[in-house]
Structure formats: structure tokens, C-alpha cells
């Protein structure tokens, strides 16, 4: 079974400031799929970047990059120019690529509090 | 709009009661999920529906009781829950697994506690 890890349960950064969060994982396969989601104090979980593991280029979505080591199965997350908006937790989530509809869960690390601080 | 409509937001109710929550999208997706968030705990999968059909449950206890009647609504039935139940409940959806690039459309949740 997959597994997600995140092993920052709190993080804080200067408004403007740049701020990395860290994910790791651990999978036997090959082709799978990465992805950043947010969650607000609103609850609402929103998408904020994906990977696809088959693709070398770091995906970047606006102020928001990540840095995939797929050998080190590693994928953290850059947020440049931080916010107060961007204050959130963040949530790391591996999603397999088989065509099995048991194999479209997506399995989501613990979380990583970020506070913005003005 | 979010796209997935969870109601009720909040619900509080006691360890005789039975309730439901209900999530609904309209997104054309095929597939929806129910997910459990406790405090410090990463998101629990529940149970996973493709096209109506239940392909997942995840060893959830039978005091949780899903139903999906169609592709775009889903149900979570409640009944002689435990205070340890008490969690944010969310529901998502997806394209299902011809779309796998894609993440979920999650709703806002309803937050249950159970005394």
C-alpha cells in the first residue's frame, strides 16, 4: 500500500517571503500521480498543483512550484511571494495510475499547517 | 460554488440517533467518495462509488451505511454512532479512473459531533 508523509505538522512565513513544505512517499510503482491540495478555514479542500510522475519538468501553477525527486520519491512544495491568503493546511496526495477503479483513490499525507505571518 | 454540495454543514446528534448527510454534484463526474478527517490524522477513505456501484469500503463499521441512487448524489446514513465518529465528513468526486491526472472536487464538509 502506498503511504504519504508529511513530516512538518506546522510551518510559518513572512508575508512575501518563500516557504517550502515537504512530502514524501513510499509506492512500488511506476506511473502514478502527486498532488498539493489546500484547505481553508472555509474546509473546502482546493487543488493548488498535480504531478504526473512520468513527467521530469516540476510543475508550476503561478506562485506555486514543486520539486519532484521521483528516485528519492520525494515532492515538496515552493510557495513564492507568500500571502496571508495562502495561510492554509496543506495536504500531499498520491494517486495510482492503474485502470482499476480500485486504483483511483487518493491517499493523503497528515497535513502541514502554514501560517503567514504580516 | 464549489461544485459538490455538502448539507448539513454542521450536525450534532446523539449516540440514539439516526441522520444522514448528503453530498451532491453536478459536474458530470462518475465517481464519488466519502472521506473522514479527524485532528491530527491524515484523511480516511471510506467508501468509493463508480457509476452507482460501490467498489470500496474501506472497513468503515456498519453504523455507517452509504447509498448512491444515482452518479450525482450520495448518502451517508447514520445510526448508533460514538463520540469517537465525531470528525468533519467529506464528500468529493471525480472523473473517475479514464481521468486518473486529475485530483478530486471535494465539498465544504459537515462536521459532526456525536454525544
Known amino acids: 500500500a502506498q503511504t504519504v508523509t508529511q513530516s512538518q505538522p506546522e510551518m510559518s512565513v513572512q508575508e512575501a517571503e518563500t516557504v517550502t513544505l515537504s512530502c514524501t512517499y513510499d509506492t512500488s510503482e511506476s506511473d502514478y500521480y502527486l498532488f498539493w491540495y489546500k484547505q481553508p478555514p472555509s474546509r473546502q479542500m482546493i487543488l493548488v498543483i498535480r504531478?504526473?510522475?512520468?513527467?521530469?519538468q516540476n510543475a508550476t501553477e503561478n506562485r506555486f512550484s514543486v520539486n519532484f525527486q521521483k528516485a528519492a520519491k520525494s515532492f515538496s512544495l515552493k510557495i513564492s511571494d507568500s500571502q496571508l491568503g495562502d495561510a492554509a493546511m496543506y495536504f500531499c496526495a498520491y494517486r495510482s495510475a492503474p485502470m482499476e477503479t480500485s486504483g483511483s483513490r487518493l491517499t493523503f499525507g497528515e497535513g502541514t499547517q502554514l501560517t503567514v505571518n504580516p | 460554488e464549489t461544485g459538490v454540495t455538502q448539507t448539513p454543514r454542521h450536525l450534532v446528534m446523539g449516540m440514539t440517533n439516526k441522520k444522514s448527510l448528503k453530498c451532491e454534484q453536478h459536474l458530470g463526474h462518475n465517481a464519488m467518495y466519502w472521506y473522514k478527517q479527524s485532528a491530527k490524522k491524515p484523511l480516511e477513505l471510506m467508501f468509493v462509488?463508480?457509476?452507482?456501484?460501490?467498489?470500496e469500503n474501506n472497513s468503515v463499521p456498519s453504523r455507517f451505511s452509504p447509498e448512491c441512487p444515482n452518479s450525482s448524489h450520495l448518502f451517508l446514513h447514520l445510526h448508533t454512532l460514538q463520540p469517537e465518529d465525531s470528525a468533519l465528513y467529506l464528500c468529493?468526486?471525480?472523473?473517475?479512473?479514464?481521468?486518473?491526472?486529475?485530483?478530486?472536487?471535494f465539498g465544504s464538509g459537515t462536521r459532526l459531533t456525536v454525544v
Open positions: 504531478q504526473e510522475a512520468y513527467k521530469q
Open positions: 468529493a468526486s471525480s472523473q473517475g479512473p479514464g481521468a486518473l491526472s486529475y485530483g478530486y472536487t
Open positions: 462509488y463508480n457509476f452507482k456501484e460501490q467498489t
